[in-house]
T-cell receptor
Framework: DTEVTQTPKHLVMGMTNKKSLKCEQH?????MYWYKQKAKKPPELMFV???????INESVPSRFSPECPNSSLLNLHLHALQPEDSALYLC????????????????FGPGTRLTVL | AQSVTQLDSHVSVSEGTPVLLRCNYS??????LFWYVQHPNKGLQLLLK??????LVKGINGFEAEFKKSETSFHLTKPSAHMSDAAEYFC??????????FGTGTRLKVLA
């Protein structure tokens, strides 16, 4: 199974709402990523989890709160978002760097299209 | 430091003609290089990867790329374009860390 799943596919929320995005993989990858992608731009890294611990936070505002409850799941909790946060949110997973010479490509989910009103 | 430059933001080809999408990279280490394709409102799909084995890499859907260290290039080619190839293509470099450096993307348009 080389699939990364994300739910929901689409999400519309107001600026006062609290919502969560979910991501799941069963490839045994111990690195998981959240990216934000605006239209006609490449994905921008937000967070990296390695072995369920937050490894990288690219100075993301605190209204985005990641969580990695176990090695297969990654959540992104959203609260008090702004309209400029509207984007496609992509989850990815990979082997950890230097993992015994394993191939290090990232596997991406289909994304959640988020609209903040 | 690593960087990647996609030399064309837009490429248009006629169906059945060859495709060339250009990518140059900069890396202090022996890098891994990837090409991903993204169709509208979809996630990224891996086309092919270079990880220091063969310099000519074959991928899915008839795509291939050649790693040229002397030119620091990793151009993506396909002999004959299909309408379904119309999409955004990203060249990505990784130096063995958690950071994957994305190019700005090339939008491929295929004309009937």
């Amino acid at each position: 199974d080389t699939e990364v799943t994300q739910t929901p596919k689409h999400l519309v929320m107001g600026m006062t709402n609290k919502k969560s995005l979910k991501c799941e993989q069963h490839m045994g990858h111990r690195a998981m990523y959240w990216y934000k992608q605006k239209a006609k731009k490449p994905p921008e890294l937000m967070f990296v989890y390695s072995y369920e611990k937050l490894s990288i936070n690219e100075s993301v505002p605190s209204r985005f709160s990641p969580e990695c409850p176990n090695s297969s799941l990654l959540n992104l909790h959203l609260h008090a978002l702004q309209p400029e946060d509207s984007a496609l949110y992509l989850c990815a997973s990979s082997q950890t760097p230097g993992a015994g010479g394993a191939s290090n490509e990232q596997f991406f989910g289909p994304g959640t299209r988020l609209t903040v009103l | 430091a690593q960087s990647v430059t996609q030399l064309d933001s837009h490429v248009s080809v006629s169906e059945g003609t060859p495709v060339l999408l250009r990518c140059n990279y900069s890396s202090s280490y022996s890098p891994s290089l990837f090409w991903y394709v993204q169709h509208p409102n979809k996630g990224l799909q891996l086309l092919l990867k270079y990880t220091s084995a063969a310099t000519l890499v074959k991928g899915i859907n008839g795509f291939e790329a050649e790693f040229k260290k002397s030119e620091t290039s990793f151009h993506l080619t396909k002999p004959s374009a299909h309408m379904s190839d119309a999409a955004e293509y990203f060249c990505v470099v990784n130096g063995g860390t958690y950071k994957y450096i994305f190019g700005t993307g090339t939008r491929l348009k295929v004309l009937a």
